[in-house]
């Protein structure tokens, strides 16, 4: 997506903490101005050059572990469409291990 020089895109990544290497769906947005150094009018493939060398920091949402990763560390990248399903399975995955959680915490309060 493409507005004001600002792109948005859409990508998985793996948790990089072995007790949880769960999958997280991440969105990641770049500005052209990123890249210009005082030059506004980088050719496309200087910007994905430079794009897939960007640090992002990203927070588990299962194990609350910050990552830092490299966009070319994705393990997949995603449409809009498609990052909005997983984003909404992620919640739904969350919500449904809290139950357990709480339901686990009952049974050995009594």
Same mark, same amino acid.
Do not use: W
């Given at each position: 997506m493409h507005s004001g020089g600002t792109e948005t895109r859409y990508f998985t990544f793996r948790c990089r903490y072995p007790e949880c290497n769960e999958i997280i769906p991440s969105a990641s947005f770049i500005s052209r101005f990123t890249f210009s150094a005082g030059?506004? /009018? &980088? %050719?496309?493939? =200087?910007?994905? %050059?430079? /794009? =897939?060398l960007i640090t992002i920091d990203v927070?588990?949402?299962?194990?609350?572990? &910050?990552? $830092?990763?490299?966009? &070319?560390?994705h393990v997949k990248e995603l449409t809009r469409e498609d990052y909005e399903k997983e984003s909404s399975a992620l919640k739904t995955r969350?919500?449904?291990? $809290?139950?357990?959680?709480?339901l686990m915490t009952e049974d050995h309060q009594i």
């Amino acid at each position: 997506m493409h507005s004001g020089g600002t792109e948005t895109r859409y990508f998985t990544f793996r948790c990089r903490y072995p007790e949880c290497n769960e999958i997280i769906p991440s969105a990641s947005f770049i500005s052209r101005f990123t890249f210009s150094a005082g030059n506004l /009018y &980088l %050719k496309r493939q =200087d910007i994905e %050059k430079g /794009y =897939d060398l960007i640090t992002i920091d990203v927070t588990c949402p299962f194990c609350s572990s &910050l990552n $830092h990763f490299q966009i &070319l560390e994705h393990v997949k990248e995603l449409t809009r469409e498609d990052y909005e399903k997983e984003s909404s399975a992620l919640k739904t995955r969350l919500a449904l291990r $809290h139950e357990i959680n709480e339901l686990m915490t009952e049974d050995h309060q009594i």
